[in-house]
């Protein structure tokens, strides 16, 4: 029988600890799988967050450092100046990156590193037990928001392609999901196409991806995928939020 499918060598034989219907595997897959299309997994350096990705450096068969929550843009950062022919990456929840390390990201962002940061925006802190996280939608129940979030209260989610995208460093922002296998696809063509943005030196580049907690929004992973649909997409709508290279083009 021939094969048709195989696991990608970038990622390695041990099983992973994601809860069913977590969208951290999928997105792992991907960029584990780009990275072998790309012929770069050897020479690429993740910096992995704090949050339920922590272990991603174990399922990641190429080099990758641990960063303090947030820090991740700060370490890739001094990670690509001291090797600029590597492709780095960051890796980061939304506990992560908009809360704690708003500050780390705004700033690489801004700086322009040529680093490519994959950002989970689940609306939730996963690893802690499900606090509100800076994009928790409005009326979307967290351990730290009983009845909702209520934005008079806790303030408004925070959009963070399109705030970054306000900047001038960044090359390439666009948002996707992975709820549909056609979703799945544009994510990985989005993944493909920040690395290779990051390997012609052209600037910062991210792409989010509205992804799932069912464990900490409290459903199965079926409705988590529905969730997504439904709720997050048109709070976070999916799209291309910057692209120099289609500006260049105009
Ligand atoms: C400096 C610091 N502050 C707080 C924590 C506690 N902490 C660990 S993971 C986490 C949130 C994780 O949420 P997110 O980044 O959204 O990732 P997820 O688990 O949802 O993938 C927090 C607050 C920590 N480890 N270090
Ligand atoms: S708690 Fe949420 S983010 Fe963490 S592994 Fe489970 S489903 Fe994924």
Not at 8 to 15: G, H, I, N, Y
Not at 84 to 112: C, F, N, W
Not at 182 to 200: C, F, G, N, Y
């Given at each position: 029988?021939?094969i ?6 970038a990622?390695?034989d041990l099983?992973?600890h994601y ?5 951290h595997?999928?997105?792992?897959r991907?960029?584990?799988?780009v990275?072998?299309?790309?012929d770069?997994?050897?020479n690429t350096?993740?910096a ?5 990705a922590?272990f991603a450096n174990?399922y990641?068969?190429?080099d990758?450092?641990?960063s ?5 843009p ?13 492709l780095v ?5 939304d506990?992560?990156?908009a809360?704690?390390g708003t ?7 801004a700086?322009?590193e ?6 989970i925006?689940?609306g939730i802190?996963?690893?802690t037990?499900g606090q509100m996280?800076?994009?928790t ?20 989610p925070?959009r963070m ?10 090359a390439?922002?666009e948002?996707?999901?992975v709820?549909?296998?056609a979703?799945v696809?544009?994510?990985k063509?989005?993944i ?18 509205v992804s799932s907690?069912?464990t900490?929004?409290g459903?199965?992973p ?7 649909r439904e709720?997050?997409i048109p709070?976070y ?8 290279t289609?500006?260049?083009g105009k």
């Amino acid at each position: 029988m021939s094969i048709i499918f195989k696991k990608t060598r970038a990622l390695t034989d041990l099983k992973m600890h994601y809860c069913p219907g977590c969208a951290h595997g999928i997105v792992h897959r991907l960029v584990a799988e780009v990275l072998e299309e790309m012929d770069e997994d050897k020479n690429t350096i993740i910096a992995v967050p704090v949050g339920c990705a922590v272990f991603a450096n174990k399922y990641f068969n190429f080099d990758s450092i641990q960063s303090a929550h947030g820090r991740a843009p700060a370490t890739a950062t001094g990670i690509k100046r001291v090797h600029p022919d590597k492709l780095v990456m960051t890796y980061q929840g939304d506990g992560d990156l908009a809360s704690i390390g708003t500050a780390e990201i705004v700033h690489a962002a801004a700086r322009g590193e040529k680093i490519t940061t994959i950002f989970i925006n689940n609306g939730i802190y996963g690893m802690t037990g499900g606090q509100m996280a800076p994009t928790t939608l409005p009326g979307m129940k967290a351990t730290t928001a009983k009845a909702g979030r209520d934005p008079q209260i806790n303030g408004n989610p925070i959009r963070m392609s399109e705030m970054l995208s306000t900047l001038d460093g960044p090359a390439y922002i666009e948002r996707v999901s992975v709820s549909t296998p056609a979703q799945v696809t544009k994510a990985k063509m989005a993944i493909r196409k920040a690395l290779e943005m990051q390997k012609a030196g052209l600037g910062f580049t991210m792409v989010e991806v509205v992804s799932s907690c069912p464990t900490n929004w409290g459903v199965t992973p079926v409705k988590a995928m529905e969730f997504i649909r439904e709720k997050m997409i048109p709070y976070y709508p999916l799209g291309v939020y910057k692209d120099v290279t289609a500006e260049e083009g105009k």
